[in-house]
């Protein structure tokens, strides 16, 4: 007798949408985030992103084919997202040699050591990501200034502090938030919103970074749950202590348009595979995202703390899923 049913790792969707499908959507959605960060960073992005993405499909081929010796998968555009999302998160002068560490770590490690697309606990390029920050902070923390394409020149690449940086060393040094803001080198709203701004490659701009994230609400690639509770969460949280003492603390917007968090909050924390599969759990799993990445920022002694935030969230799923099981059918 044949068998009827096919058991197979998450995540299931029944639609006619296919994992392929799916993958390449988020790839179109950064595609905006790309064009800005090859505008500002010119060939170096194009290296950054090119050798990030061949490296995560070339490693999850080769352990495909001659460590699990299963099927290849490498068509289904995951490797792709994750080698995206990976140069995405660091600066566009890291060496090369560094961004195929990052993308074994987060293909090899984060990914196909739990058995693949499906069923990895973790974001994988947030795992890359995080395990180059403490490997090789002086290389990941070394920010390129940006520079409109058609002003670039062949001399050495000028870096310069993040806005989340420079918001840290000012309070470290005791300045107050206007004293802080009125740095020259510190940009204005305007300037964070279309990228003229330092940071890794995906930060660069919150406007760009919100039109992908537009075709992806259209696509239903994602849904608002999570997004909107690590917006909200994150906004408030900010904006009461602002409030409480707006001398010390910076207000809300500058949080938002700064740093990964738009970059995390469509992007990152949205991984179907590694976040919580009711609405419900994923709107806990969103405000976490927003508390912790606000607290790591505010009295951490990193300046951002989007990363951080989804991994510890990433680990909570489990345990969230549990919480808020949906009804079961027939009930």
Not at 1 to 10: A, P, Q, R
Not at 239 to 262: C, K, N, S, V
């Amino acid at each position: 007798m044949n068998n009827l049913l096919t058991i197979s790792g998450s995540p299931h969707v029944h639609t006619d949408e296919s994992i392929k499908k799916i993958m390449f959507s988020v790839v179109y959605a950064m595609v905006p985030a790309m064009l800005v960060s090859v505008y500002f960073f010119g060939l170096d992005a194009v290296r950054v992103i090119g050798i990030s993405v061949i490296a995560c499909v070339l490693v999850e081929y080769l352990i495909q084919k001659y460590l699990i010796k299963g099927d290849v998968t490498i068509n289904d555009g995951s490797a792709i997202v994750t080698g995206v999302l990976l140069a995405f998160n660091v600066p566009a002068n890291l060496p090369t040699w560094i961004i195929i560490v990052g993308a074994i770590v987060s293909i090899g490690v984060a990914k196909m050591a739990f058995g693949g697309i499906g069923k990895n606990p973790f974001n994988p390029a947030l795992v890359g990501r995080v395990f180059l920050l403490i490997s090789f902070p002086a290389q990941m923390t070394s920010w390129p200034l940006p520079k409109p394409l058609f002003a670039q020149t062949v001399t050495d690449t000028i870096t310069g502090a993040t806005p989340l940086g420079l918001l840290k060393e000012g309070q470290m040094a005791g300045k107050t938030i206007e004293q802080i803001m009125a740095d020259p080198n510190m940009p204005d709203y305007i300037q964070r919103m279309i990228g003229f701004q330092t940071g890794s490659l995906g930060e660069m701009s919150a406007l760009a970074l919100f039109l992908g994230a537009i075709f992806m609400f259209f696509r239903k690639v994602i849904t608002w749950q999570i997004p909107i509770s690590y917006l909200l969460s994150s906004f408030i949280f900010a904006g009461i202590f602002w409030m409480i003492d707006p001398t010390h603390y910076a207000d809300p917007f500058f949080h938002l348009i700064t740093g990964g968090l738009m970059l995390g909050i469509f992007y990152m924390a949205t991984d179907m595979v590694s976040s919580p599969m009711t609405p419900k759990g994923q709107i806990v799993f969103g405000i976490g995202c927003g508390l912790l990445t606000m607290i790591i920022r505010l009295w951490g002694a990193y300046p951002e703390g989007v990363s951080f935030a989804i991994l510890i969230m990433n680990a909570f799923a489990p345990l969230i899923n549990k919480a808020f099981k949906p009804t079961r059918f027939g009930l």
